[in-house]
């Protein structure tokens, strides 16, 4: 993140000063907070990351999706009420009074290349790649430190017995923040050998959908064309009504025919709702 010039910044405190605010007009909904050291006091509602711009940070790293999906807004921070560090996502945390903070939008990790055809989906395969994992002393800092609160520990575990399956599974809500990798003593980039577990299974275990397969071939055959062409002269208040009732597979009320959409004609007619 990049201080936005803060130096005239109205928002930090300069003495025992509450900030008055629109919202604070009544009665003071404001909370010091000290950011990478330096004090503000901030409306108590935000989160992390509105408070950091809220004080003048404009923010080129660090942020993302600001809803909790694109791991860009790892924090750490401490609070009086604990010697712990705590850690969340900006964009998800709420200020605490007097919370002592900081983002982690990176933590350095070597990101390595690979043949995913030519590996094997073995332990042995990802351990010739992050030979570190066989360092894990299992004292689950990783996990203990996870916002998405996942068995961080358990991935490497499982990955170190030869259970990708497993460790994929446990992995795939990682949003790659990085915050296991700043805790853990055997220097593990969990999530860089998550992806890679992932990649492993999906490619040599999973089994190939043979749906896939036939749909496209037929596409190959332009068997779909004239629904396309169809689709391509509806203009966007009908594409969006088709989007949004579209019904699913084993939406109720109406057959999905093999190979047809047929279905846009039955929700302009106002036959779907
Ligand atoms: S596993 Fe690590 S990188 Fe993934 S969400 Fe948890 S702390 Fe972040
Ligand atoms: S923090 Fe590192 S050493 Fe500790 S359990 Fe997690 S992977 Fe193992
Ligand atoms: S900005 Fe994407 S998770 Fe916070």
Redesign the pocket.
Known sequence: MANNDISDNSNVVQSNEVLVTEQTTSKPTTVPIFIMGKRYRVPSTLTI?KALEFAGYRLLRG???????????ATVYKTPDSYKLKVG????TVVEPEMWVTELPFFPAVKKTYDIEKIPATAEAVMAIYPEIARCVACNSCTRVCPQDLEVMDIIQETLHGNLKKAAELSFDC?M?GLCASRCPAEIIHYNVAILVRRLYNRHLVPNSTELAVRIEELAENKYQNEVDRLKELDEEQLRKIYSVRPREGSPGIELKTNRIYWDDEIMKGNVK
């Open positions: 990351l942020v993302g999706c600001r809803a909790g999906f694109c791991g860009a807004c996502l900006a964009c998800q949003v923040c």
